[in-house]
């Protein structure tokens, strides 16, 4: 199994391009079941999560194309309207075909994503709002069986409010109602730069959408898409990743191909903990390297729905705060059980006290490299910024995880200086 080598303590300097958005490229990728035209997505990252989707599109029928960051997708043939087991399991987003699927065909049998390392992730909302759009959904064998149950075999408008925000969930009804029969409302909509991005890729189809941005996003349903091209967003999660990595390691990075306006909640702790920021249209520069006491200010923080601070940058956020001057509290209220990495920080000596959704993150002057796990996705890369602070080398092992969201990450964080390598191991 592969693990990643650090040799810590080397401040970050230069300039890193993002890639693409791994959460906006999934939806997007599934999007392109509405319609039996070809749809072109650039700007596609190149990891896990998609080849999965790529997989999972392929075994529907669909045509994938893969020439570096350009996806093509013709989905003129779907002989199958199922998505296995072994594919959702390994990634929850494949929940994402279920509204195409049906929208479209009527049908879908879609496994249900199973048990998660970062809480219980349920799919009630998604399967709640394609009932309210005419959809006969049970549970059998594992798996969401859902057909249309209206006399045009079309679904049709409704009003939903999901109980919570979802962005997923958001994003599965958005798509089924673009070809329902009349106006559909989703309330309590997610707001995400992703929602709005697949949004803005669906009215490229054809579609009418209205509201995204906002918590209220209106559909009127059209009886067929079209294809599109569609460039996707940069991913904020990795940027912001690259950004706590500058940070942590009194650094002088510039991130290209980003776009800082999805970045406000972030830019602002970050400078509260130090750090000179500048931005353009396109590019986020974060100093760290003549910090006041040579350490960032510890910063609390919570994670909320965009705009607020997002989850997927809780893990980084903390290992900065692990070796910064003072004592922070980050409280974690979207995800239970999202603290997996802290037992692995404390082996690099940060010192960590979990009280309920909260952690109590005393700053330390130093970390020291240690052999550590990676558990999910996110927490992998809060353990790649602490590694890249510590004294010494840190083995992060399972590495599986990081590979499903970053896009060659090592390559990119050695391009500006840092000493991580890669080490293949076989059958340890
Ligand atoms: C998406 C992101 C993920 C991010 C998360 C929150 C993708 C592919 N993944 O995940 O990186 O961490 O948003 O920003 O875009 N919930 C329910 N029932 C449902 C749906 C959700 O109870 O039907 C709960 C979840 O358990 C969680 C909360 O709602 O506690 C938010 O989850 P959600 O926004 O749906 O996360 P994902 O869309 O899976």
Redesign the pocket.
């Known amino acids: 199994m592969d693990k990643l080598r650090i040799e810590g303590q080397h401040p970050l300097r230069g300039v890193v391009q993002a890639s693409g958005a791994?959460?906006?490229a999934?939806?997007a990728m599934a999007a392109a079941l509405l319609t039996a035209e070809p749809v072109e997505l650039r700007n596609v990252p190149q990891l896990m999560?998609v080849r999965t989707l790529r997989r999972l599109l392929g075994s529907l029928g669909a045509a994938v194309e893969q020439d570096g960051d350009t996806v093509r997708i013709d989905a003129r043939e779907i002989g199958n309207v199922e998505a296995s087991y072994d594919l959702v399991k390994t990634m929850?987003?494949s929940?994402?075909v279920l509204g195409p699927l049906l929208a479209r065909f009527g049908q879908a049998r879609v496994s249900l994503p199973g048990g998660c390392a970062?809480?219980?992730?349920?799919?009630?909302?998604?399967?709640?709002g394609l009932q309210a759009l005419g959809a006969d959904i049970t549970v059998e064998q594992g798996y969401i069986v859902a057909r249309t149950a209206t006399s045009s075999g079309r679904l049709r408008g409704a009003r939903i409010a999901?109980?919570?925000?979802?962005?997923?969930?958001?994003?599965n009804l958005m798509m089924a109602a673009t070809l329902a029969e009349g106006e559909t409302w989703i309330d309590n909509a997610?707001r995400?730069p992703?929602v709005v991005d697949l949004a803005r890729l669906l009215r490229a189809m054809g579609a009418r959408i209205s509201g995204d941005g906002t918590s209220q996003i209106r559909v009127v349903g059209v009886e067929r898409l079209h294809g599109a091209r569609h460039r996707v967003i940069p991913d904020r999660?990795e940027v912001g990743t690259f950004l706590c990595a500058a940070l942590a390691t009194r650094g002088d990075v510039t991130v290209t191909g980003a776009d800082p306006g999805h970045q406000d909640a972030l830019l602002d702790k970050l400078s509260e903990a130090g750090a000179q920021i500048e931005t353009a249209a396109d590019r986020i520069r974060l100093r760290a390297d003549a910090l006041a006491g040579g350490r960032p200010r510890a910063v609390s923080v919570r994670?909320t729905?965009?705009p607020g601070f997002?989850?997927?940058m809780q893990a980084q956020f903390m290992a900065v705060n692990c070796i910064a001057d003072g004592t922070a509290r980050i409280t974690e209220t979207?995800?239970?059980n999202r603290f997996m990495h802290v037992q692995e920080l404390v082996r690099l000596g940060a010192r960590i006290d979990i009280d309920g959704h909260s952690c109590i993150v005393q700053g330390m002057p130093r970390l020291s490299g240690a052999s550590v796990m990676a558990t999910d996705?996110?927490a992998s890369a809060g353990l790649v910024v602490a590694g890249l602070a510590a004294e010494g080398t840190t083995l992060i092992d399972r590495i599986y995880h990081l590979d499903r969201?970053y896009d060659a990450i090592e390559v990119k964080l050695r391009g500006l200086g840092a000493d991580i390598a890669r080490v293949t191991g076989k059958g340890d």
Do not use: C, S, W
């Not at 970062?118 to 709640?128: E, F, L, N, S």
């Open positions: 791994k959460n906006a999934l939806p999560d929850r987003a929940v994402l970062i809480g219980a992730r349920p799919v009630d909302q998604h399967i709640k999901t109980d919570m925000v979802t962005v997923t969930g958001t994003e997610a995400e992703e999660i994670t729905e965009y997002a989850t997927d979207i995800f239970e996705l996110r969201g």
